[in-house]
């Protein structure tokens, strides 16, 4: 299918590995020129190498000078009317063992972060009257999931803002929708994994057993299972759709809505 967005340029930050991967692998197979960032520079050189057409940008979206300089980098090269935000996300840790530190440090990671590189593209969305962003947060936004206290609070924070501008930029040609994984076998949930096995002294082996045992579909998802549906919501066939948040999950999160 022709996606209707060839030529189009896309910016996914988190974009070298795992489901920004996929995201990225698929906006370039729609024929959109892909600019992917990530903090390590040389495995973001070497990923963006694979891409037609692709560029790395390397930089921190937690670090308020380095979202600065990617923001400079994107006037000078090309801006987005394609914007996946993504990062690594908050990590495991029950409500007590969280601190200051770290829930501010997360939050300009996962809310901050985003909501300010959105803000800097807007007005060149506005101006073309076209414009798509995908949020990849976390089937945490529908139900709570144990040991997770920074990304059940965050990731609502994240799609509260994005869910009030959804309705904002409308009328502009601009969709802001939000893609929420489940279990799936990537960077972030092999932290998870590994953060489990040591809390429960049980083999990651037998912890990935058992989180496959509560999917309905029975198996941890993959990053192939992401990336098509970013590309769908991206595309000029999703025009209608905003303001959703879409799980990507083998039937995990129960809820209706
Ligand atoms: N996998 C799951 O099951 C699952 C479930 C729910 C939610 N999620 C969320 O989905 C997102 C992606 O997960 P994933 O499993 O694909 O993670 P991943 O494999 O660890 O990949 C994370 C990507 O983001 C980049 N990154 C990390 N921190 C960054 C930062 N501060 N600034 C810029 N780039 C950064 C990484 O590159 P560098 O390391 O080079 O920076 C990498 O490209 C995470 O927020 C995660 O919490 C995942």
């Given amino acids: 299918m022709d996606l209707g967005i060839k030529g189009c340029t896309a910016l996914v930050l988190g974009g070298t590995r795992g489901l ?25 050189a070497n990923a963006a190498a694979l891409l037609r057409d692709g560029v790395f940008i390397a930089g921190d979206v937690g670090d308020e000078d380095s979202r600065n300089a990617l923001i400079d980098r994107l006037h000078k090269l090309d801006l987005p009317s394609i914007i996946v935000t993504n990062a690594g996300g908050p990590p495991a840790a029950a409500f007590e063992e969280t601190n200051a530190k770290l829930w501010r440090d997360s939050y300009e990671t996962n809310v901050l972060g985003p909501l300010e590189i959105v803000r800097a593209m807007l007005p060149h969305m506005r101006a073309q009257q076209f414009g798509r962003i995908i949020n990849i947060t ?3 936004v529908k139900e709570l999931y144990p040991n997770m206290a920074l990304s059940n609070s965050l990731r609502i924070g ?15 040609g601009i969709t802001i929708n ?10 972030a949930l092999q932290r998870v994994i590994a953060d489990r096995s040591r809390r429960l002294q049980m083999s990651e ?10 999917i309905p579909m029975q198996r941890l998802g993959t990053a192939n299972d992401f990336g098509a549906m970013c590309a769908f919501l991206a595309s000029r066939h999703a025009a209608y759709i905003t303001g959703q948040n879409i799980c990507i999950d083998g039937g995990l999160t129960k809820s209706v809505t």
Avoid: Y
């Avoid at 939000?178 to 960077?187: A, E, K, S, V, Y």
């Fill in 20 to 44: 920004g991967w996929s995201c990225a692998q698929a906006l370039s197979d729609a024929g959109v020129k892909v600019i992917i960032n990530g903090r390590n520079a040389e495995h973001g």
């Fill in 138 to 140: 976390s089937f945490v």
């Fill in 158 to 172: 994240l799609t509260g803002a994005m869910g009030a501008l959804a309705r904002e930029v409308a009328a502009d």
């Fill in 178 to 187: 939000g893609l929420l994984p489940g279990l799936m076998d990537t960077g």
């Fill in 205 to 214: 082996a037998s912890v990935r057993e058992q989180m496959a045992a509560t």
